[in-house]
């Protein structure tokens, strides 16, 4: 049974249409139809995190989530995220902090991060590492990326920008 | 892993949704929030020939007082639970728990009556239902029914839901002034399924609870409710002695089964842990 289905959603701003299988689920519908490599996939059972990308706003697992279900939908990826500016103050402190080693988490990362900055302003270190536990690093770099993502905290309570580490010429 | 192939439909009204689920029988899954399901699916664990979705259904959604009851709809996320304000103020134990449902991106998918309807033994919301003495509303082809959440988990990932029916929604009575409810768990990482874990409901005058419903998960087949406990602390006043009686009894009268890494002992042990912590915190 390969019925496809005709589907369409804003992916990053854009309006995409296309046909898929209604098995395809999301993460290798954005990554294999779309090119768009940001999302990874690690284990295709929602404990790890890696393929974490927003629908209608809010992050979800999008290896538990079908490329149909999204019909309609507004979906942004790390690529699109970074564009508009949602996520720089978090990118320039995951570099300061070396919060990442082979960055194979670190989309996913990041926008569980923005979710947690944005829904819990005040979280206290023990709060990000409570959040940050549903995302996996193979290269358990958690703690930098703990330091990385309160420091952005402790920066927008204080109404500040993180520095850019590469000063922009 | 991918999944097998299926077919999708998405129906708009209840109605369109039973008689689809009717038509195609054994063969078809309903799909609300989709976190257990799709995850067994790419796992090869099923492989039903076709995904119903209900999500786009309104007789499922939304969180509403009806009466002297809170009235949650099938469809409502786990998030939404989290941040809901009717919640906190009716349901607090509800409030209280939903931190502790996997991870932010899984409850801004997850539902609670898909995690009702499929009865895991270790999950939150059955435990939290029993306590608060829920009602399930669940319409089949016959039309509606209500039963009971103390008669509707009936055994291991078993509810009393019969194949061509859809939980629409669950009522659950106010919390009075008098309530106080303790919900903890005791997990590995935060967002990990419980080892044990104790959802705890009573009335409480002065330093005398009455009422109680203290229902404990991942011990058993399905979620269980300290009866002989319950019965020992209701209209009595507490004291460490009494509180010291009511762990015995709940441990004497659950019979915890083991899971991969945690033996029955150790959990039988633990049952007694939680529920002495709970009486102290629902005394003070
Ligand atoms: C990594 C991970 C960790 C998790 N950790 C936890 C945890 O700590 N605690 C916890 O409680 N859960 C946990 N879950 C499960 C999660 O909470 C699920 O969301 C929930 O159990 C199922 O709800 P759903 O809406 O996703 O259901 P689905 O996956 O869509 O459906 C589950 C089953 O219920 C049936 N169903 C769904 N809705 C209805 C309905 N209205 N009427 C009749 N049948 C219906 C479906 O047909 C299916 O058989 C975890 C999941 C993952 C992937
Ligand atoms: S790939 Fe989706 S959670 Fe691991
Ligand atoms: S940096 Fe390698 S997985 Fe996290």
Redesign the interface.
Known sequence: ???K?KISMTVNGQLINAEV???R?LV?FLREDLHLKGPHLGC???AC?AC?VKVDG????G????A??ADGSVVETVEGLTKNGTLTDLQESFMRHNAMQCGFCSSGMLL?AA??IE?QPKATREQVR??I???YCRCTGYHSIVDAIVDVLDARAKGQKIKPVVANA | ????????VKPKALQEALSLLEEAGEDARLIAG??TL??T???RLSEP?V?I?I?DIAELKGISVVGDSLRIGALVTH?EIEDSELVAKHAPLLKAAA?HI?????R??GTWGGSLAYGDPAAEWPACSLALRATMIIHGPAGERRISASDFFIDLYTTSLEPDEILVATEIPLASKQEVFYFHELAR???DYAVAGLAAVAQKQGDVLSNCAFTFFSVGATPVMAKKAQDLVNGQKLSDELIAKAVAAARAEIEAIADITNSAEAKQHLIGVLLERGLKHMSA
């Open positions: 049974m390969s019925l289905k299988e209604p098995r689920h290798d295709e059972q929602g995190g974490t809010q992050i979800i697992r290896c538990l989530f079908l149909v279900q569980a979710e947690l829904q409570e959040w536990s549903g995302n | 892993m991918k999944s097998a192939a299926f077919d999708y989709g976190q799709l995850a699916l790419n796992m020939s995904l979705d999500t998030t931190p996997a991870h932010r991106a899984i801004n998918l990482r935060h967002g």
